[in-house]
Nanobody
Framework: QVHLVESGGDLVQPGGSLRLSCTAS????????MNWFRQAPEKQREWVAT???????NYADSVKGRFTISRDNAKNTVYLQMNSLKSEDTAVYYC????????WGQGTQVTVSS
């Protein structure tokens, strides 16, 4: 069983930056592939980025070059550094852990607005 808690969401102006964190409780964090998803109002949840248990990363085209996913296994934490934020990045951001099962956090709100 893994319990995920996201933090770091905020209101930020276009062009600004935020860093989201997702901390996992439970053991064996290092074996999980970790993902960030997001869901904008009245839209389906969409995948944003992945970091595998080996440290390989992948990004949605919409965030490539602006967002960076990373992990610190010693802290049981995955991060999403978001730069050059746009209004269309406004969404609830969710952390997801996958091994034999899939676990989700409760989400953190990111609002990009002037």
């Amino acid at each position: 069983q893994v319990h995920l808690v996201e933090s770091g969401g905020d209101l930020v102006q276009p062009g600004g930056s935020l860093r989201l964190s997702c901390t996992a409780s439970g053991s064996s964090f290092s074996i999980y592939h970790m993902n960030w998803f997001r869901q904008a109002p009245e839209k389906q949840r969409e995948w944003v980025a992945t970091i595998t248990n080996g440290g390989d990363t992948n990004y949605a085209d919409s965030v490539k070059g602006r967002f960076t996913i990373s992990r610190d296994n010693a802290k049981n934490t995955v991060y999403l550094q978001m730069n050059s934020l746009k209004s269309e990045d406004t969404a609830v951001y969710y952390c997801n852990a996958i091994a034999r099962m899939s676990y989700w956090g409760q989400g953190t709100q990111v609002t990009v607005s002037s």
